[in-house]
């Protein structure tokens, strides 16, 4: 049986697990957004605090995700599932690029165009919300797009602590030694990345031209 | 703060410094500007002209010395009030970049929470006064010439009708015949808008066509303090030295 037989023959376990990896991967992703992007944000207001944060989200990346997994299996209640589990270790994982662009997105900001606002009577949360954000979303709509691409790809290894999607293929093929068990796994979730990839880019090329179309 | 000593003045300086890290960026400074009169600021980078407009709308607060808007502390003025009061127009305008021009120019009446129909009639308005089409008030500030933005960036100042006007280098970035353009009309503008006003320039040729005085700063201080008429014959070393930069090239 070739490749395409086995997904022909198994659609409905393929379809199952990568709806599983895209509920893991997005669920990962919202998190991720709603705690980096105040992050970001915060640490350009407090900016003592910029080197903690991002140096913070830093050291996490480079923990082998293998290992975080691992470690999490002790964790309280988190460690009871494996869906919980697969998911603060993406959300940890997918924090840098949306910390990092916030934070750089709102710096890049033309300085001249938010002293006018503050000089105009703008508040800080009108500048925030009308000017720095609206000015940064592309460069922050860039973090969203690499954190999702990256998260697609980890999410595979999350099936070895049980928190299914398309890793399940590849590890099931690794200790079978079956290439095509591999393949069955490896090739949705590449595919789910390259539309991620695409799909987010469209989005963050429009709100980059959002920012005055030339 | 002498609301009842007959003479209002909308600007006072009342011996401002502003001091940072120990070093006086503006040292003892003292001026009035009434309305309908434009005070110009001259001086070289680094001056202090731009503290001095910064000290005006408090986005700095004076070391020492007071200073006053409408009769009225800096620091005794909800900062915000104060702001959304002045108008403030920088080089190049400093629009913002995702905002047509129409939401440019309505800023302030947006963040003041004006119904939208007053806005839009009031954004019209402006656009004639500054010369420029209605049919420019969807478009970008990307898709505007030099000019045009700095109309806008002026419009924008405009658009609460507030009394006091501050202009740092606001048409700096313009090429030389624009720029006489938009100084003539922003003359003939004022003379309708009795606006009090500060204009901060190191252009001599704009201070002698749009000042009703000019005050030469240098280091923080006021050198001269003095009607139009009579600047070009202070006898002081420094104003010389300025007008003889500015007659130096050309001959008349």
Wanted: hydrophobic share 50%; glycine share 10%.
């Amino acid at each position: 049986m070739n490749f395409w037989g086995f997904l022909i023959a198994h659609h409905q376990e393929v379809l199952n697990l990568t709806v599983e990896h895209m509920t893991l991967v997005g669920v990962s992703i919202f998190f991720a957004v709603l705690i980096g992007i105040p992050l970001g944000v915060l640490i350009t207001r407090v900016p003592r605090l910029s080197k903690a944060v991002i140096g913070s989200a830093n050291v996490i990346q480079t923990i082998p995700s293998l290992a975080l997994f691992g470690f999490l299996l002790f964790a309280p209640w988190i460690g009871a599932r494996g869906a919980r589990m697969a998911i603060l270790a993406l959300t940890l994982y997918a924090l840098l690029p949306l910390i990092r662009n916030t934070y750089a997105g709102i710096q890049n900001v033309d300085p001249a165009v938010v002293a006018a606002g503050r000089a105009m009577g703008m508040t800080d949360r009108q500048l925030l919300w009308q000017v720095e954000l609206p000015l940064a979303s592309g460069v922050i709509m860039a973090g969203i797009r690499v954190a999702t691409v990256v998260s697609i790809g980890l999410a595979t290894i999350a099936a070895a602590i049980g928190a299914g999607g398309l890793g399940e293929f590849i590890f099931r093929g690794l200790s079978m030694v079956n290439t095509q068990l591999i393949l069955a796994g490896a090739v949705p979730a590449a595919v789910l990345a390259l539309v991620a990839d695409v799909g987010l880019g469209v989005l963050e090329r429009r709100l980059g031209t959002l920012k005055g179309r030339a | 703060m002498d609301a009842a000593s007959g003479v209002q003045h909308a600007i006072e300086i009342d011996r401002a410094s502003f001091r940072l890290n120990g070093r006086a960026l503006v040292c003892e400074l003292s001026l009035t500007v009434s309305p309908g009169e434009t005070f110009i600021l001259l001086g070289r980078s680094g001056s202090g002209k731009t503290t001095t407009l910064k000290l005006i709308n408090r986005l700095l607060e004076p070391s020492e010395g007071e200073v006053r808007v409408g009769g009225r502390r800096t620091t005794d003025w909800d900062p915000i009030r104060l702001r959304r009061g002045i108008g403030y127009v920088i080089q190049d305008g400093g629009l913002f970049p995702h905002f047509t021009v129409e939401r440019n120019i309505a800023l302030v009446p947006q963040i003041e929470h004006w119904p939208p129909q007053r806005t839009r009639a009031r954004v019209l308005e402006l656009l004639a006064l500054v010369g420029l089409s209605p049919d420019l008030a969807l478009r970008y500030p990307r898709q505007l010439s030099g000019g045009q933005r700095q109309r806008v960036g002026v419009a924008r100042a405009l658009a609460a009708d507030p009394p006091v006007l501050l202009l740092d280098e606001a048409f700096g970035a313009l090429d030389p015949i624009t720029r006489s353009e938009i100084q003539k009309e922003f003359r003939t503008l004022q003379t309708r808008l009795k606006k009090a006003v500060i204009f901060v320039t190191h252009d001599l040729r704009e201070a002698l066509l749009l000042g009703d005085r000019i005050a030469l700063m240098e280091e923080g201080r006021l050198v001269v303090n003095l009607p139009v008429a009579e600047f070009a014959y202070s006898r002081e070393p420094l104003v010389r030295a300025y007008v003889e930069a500015f007659s130096g090239g050309e001959v008349k």
